[in-house]
């Protein structure tokens, strides 16, 4: 039988892969966010495991979670999902987008909250838009 090798990759590679810069690699690693390499010194290397957690904090980063909120769904019971959003409590600090779609009209989110990445809310905001040009669009051509 022919088994195919399991990649193995040093910090400089992972980093590369994961689009982060060997530092952040290094903080996660220390922070217990990715596990340690295999190996120690300059005979450590990292594996597919090491990118897949490394590109799950990104997910999560980019879905606007902090490290604090990423580590407790690490250290859940369900690690690979991710749970519902913490209930406010006082003291809680937010950042909502809020769009102005026109007079009258605006849409405040947490992207947080909401699930999305930047992109997407940025989609979403695109959408909300065109939907209201149409809607008052089809207003017009109905009094005609």
């Not at 088994?3 to 193995?8: D, R």
């Not at 982060?20 to 010194?41: A, F, H, M, N, S």
């Not at 605006?106 to 940025?122: C, D, K, M, N, Y």
């Amino acid at each position: 039988m022919n088994e195919t090798p399991t990649p193995s990759y040093s910090i400089d590679e992972l980093a590369s892969l994961a689009e982060l810069p060997r530092r952040t690699v290094r903080y996660y690693i220390q922070q217990g966010l990715v596990d340690r390499p295999i190996g120690e010194k300059r005979a450590a290397y990292y594996t597919a495991s090491h990118l897949e957690q490394l590109l799950t904090i990104r997910k999560w980063q980019h879905a606007g979670l902090s490290l604090d909120r990423i580590r407790e769904i690490l250290a859940g019971p369900d690690a690979g999902t991710l749970p519902p959003a913490r209930p406010r409590g006082a003291g809680t600090v937010e950042v909502w987008s809020h769009l102005v779609v026109a007079d009258g009209l605006e849409v405040t989110l947490e992207p947080g909250r909401a699930g999305l990445s930047p992109e997407e809310v940025r989609a979403f905001f695109r959408g909300a838009r065109s939907l209201y040009e149409h809607i008052k669009q089809q207003g017009r051509d109905d009094e005609e």
